[in-house]
């Protein structure tokens, strides 16, 4: 029952922090500014929730039903690669930021404000986080529409 009690938290804190990346107004800020779709990051958010209330329910089943141990391993594998997109992102909003302080610094003039989001239209790290944002969105989906043969109940009582 601890062990039980110990996942669920762990399970509970990332996804808490998740959520308060995903609230950034820098993430969001950063999505726009690279002109990548916001709704990437509407459906994580959404996914997230839809992945958490039923994680709730396998939580408690987990220990006498061997496949939903199987699918909330898979669940964490797939927050965990969430959690590794975030991240980057978040470096990469600091990376600019500190290239735009540099960069400001440099110029005589500054009343110039930087917009450390524009550095380019799409690079490949746009493609890339545009690519792994999907594949972490199908890869959640997948998981979501497999909740039901598991016999997983959203938790929330909605759904």
């Not at 916001?38 to 994580?44: I, S």
């Not at 709730?56 to 964490?76: S, T």
Request: charged letters at 25%.
């Amino acid at each position: 029952m601890a062990l039980e009690l110990v996942g669920g938290a762990l399970l509970s804190a990332f996804l808490q922090v998740a959520f308060e990346k995903l609230a950034s107004p820098q993430v969001l800020d950063f999505f726009r500014g690279r002109k990548l779709d916001e709704k990437l990051l509407n459906n994580l958010e959404i996914k997230l929730n839809s992945i958490q209330a039923l994680a709730d329910d396998a939580e408690l089943k987990q220990f006498r039903d061997p496949p939903v141990r199987n699918w909330l391993l898979k669940v964490k594998d797939a927050l965990f690669d969430a959690e590794d997109l975030l991240d980057e992102i978040q470096h990469e909003i600091s990376k600019c930021q500190v290239e735009a302080e540099a960069e400001a610094e440099s110029q005589t003039c500054t009343c110039k404000v930087p917009n450390f989001f524009k550095s380019s239209p799409v690079g490949s790290f746009n493609k890339e986080i545009k690519s792994r944002m999907e594949q972490v969105l199908e890869d959640l989906e997948n998981l979501a529409s497999q909740s039901g043969y598991l016999g997983l109940q959203n938790a929330s009582g909605v759904g």
